[in-house]
C-alpha cells in the first residue's frame, strides 16, 4: 500500500526565513511521482513542485525546492525567503507510474508572520 | 471560465437528507477525481473517472455515496441519507490523461463544503 506522512501539522516562521517541511512515504514500487500542493484558505489547491523519482537531481521551482531522499523514502520542501502570501495547508502527494490515485499526506499548516 | 468548477460552494443540510454536488472540470481533460477532506485531514480519495472507462470506486465510503460523470465531462457526487460524519469539503480535480511523461497534475477547484447538522 502506499502511504505518505507528514509529521508536522503546523509550523509557523518569521516572514523572510527559510522554513523546511517534512515529508516521508513507503511504497514498492520504482517508479512513482511526488508532489508538493498549496491550498491557501481559498481552499483551491495548487502543485507548488513535482519530482519523478528516477531523477537524481532535486526540482526547484523559484523559491521552492525539494530534498528528495529516496533511499530515506523523503521528501521535504524548503521554501526560500518566505512571504506572507505562503501561508497555507501544504500537502505532500504521491503517484505510482501508471496508477491513478493520488495519496495525500496529513498536510502540514504553515503560517508566515510578519 | 478556464479552472475546475465546484457547486455549491457551501451546502448545509439535515441529517438524513440527499446531497447532489457538482464538478465541471477543465475543457479536454479526461480524467476527474473527488477527493473528501475532513477537518485538520488530509485529503481522502473517493472515485476516479477517465475517459469512457469504468470508474474506480474504490475509495467510496459507503454504498450511500455514488458517482457519475455524464458525456465525459460534468460529474455529480451524490450523498444518501446524509450522516454528521459525511460533514467535509469535497473537492473535485481534473487532469489530462498523462502520456509518456507521466506525471499527472491535478487541477483542483475550490471545493463544496457540507455541514450536515
Known amino acids: 500500500a502506499q502511504t505518505v506522512t507528514q509529521s508536522q501539522p503546523e509550523m509557523s516562521v518569521q516572514e523572510a526565513e527559510t522554513v523546511t517541511l517534512s515529508c516521508t512515504y513507503d511504497t514498492s514500487e520504482n517508479n512513482y511521482y511526488l508532489f508538493w500542493y498549496k491550498q491557501p484558505p481559498s481552499r483551491q489547491m495548487i502543485l507548488v513542485i513535482r519530482?519523478?523519482?528516477?531523477?537524481?537531481q532535486n526540482a526547484t521551482e523559484n523559491r521552492f525546492s525539494v530534498n528528495f531522499q529516496k533511499a530515506a523514502k523523503s521528501f521535504s520542501l524548503k521554501i526560500s525567503d518566505s512571504q506572507l502570501g505562503d501561508t497555507a495547508m501544504y500537502f505532500c502527494?504521491?503517484?505510482?507510474?501508471?496508477?491513478?490515485?493520488?495519496?495525500f499526506g496529513q498536510g502540514t499548516r504553515l503560517t508566515i508572520n510578519p | 471560465g478556464a479552472g475546475v468548477s465546484q457547486s455549491p460552494s457551501n451546502k448545509v443540510t439535515e441529517k438524513g437528507k440527499d446531497v447532489e454536488l457538482r464538478c465541471d472540470p477543465i475543457?479536454?481533460?479526461?480524467?476527474l477525481y473527488w477527493y473528501r477532506q475532513s477537518l485538520g485531514q488530509g485529503l481522502e480519495f473517493l472515485i476516479y473517472?477517465?475517459?469512457?472507462?469504468?470508474?474506480?470506486k474504490s475509495g467510496l465510503p459507503s454504498d450511500r455515496f455514488s458517482a457519475e460523470r455524464t458525456g465525459g465531462s460534468v460529474s455529480t457526487l451524490t450523498i444518501q441519507r446524509t450522516q454528521q460524519e459525511d460533514s467535509a469539503v469535497y473537492l473535485c480535480?481534473?487532469?489530462?490523461?498523462?502520456?509518456?511523461?507521466?506525471?499527472?497534475?491535478?487541477?483542483f477547484g475550490e471545493g463544496s463544503r457540507l455541514t450536515v447538522l
Open positions: 502527494a504521491s503517484r505510482i507510474q501508471g496508477a491513478q490515485k493520488l495519496v
Open positions: 480535480a481534473s487532469s489530462l490523461r498523462w502520456g509518456l511523461a507521466g506525471d499527472g497534475e491535478l487541477f
Open positions: 519530482q519523478e523519482a528516477y531523477k537524481q
Open positions: 475543457s479536454g481533460h479526461t480524467a
Open positions: 473517472f477517465q475517459g469512457n472507462s469504468a470508474p474506480d
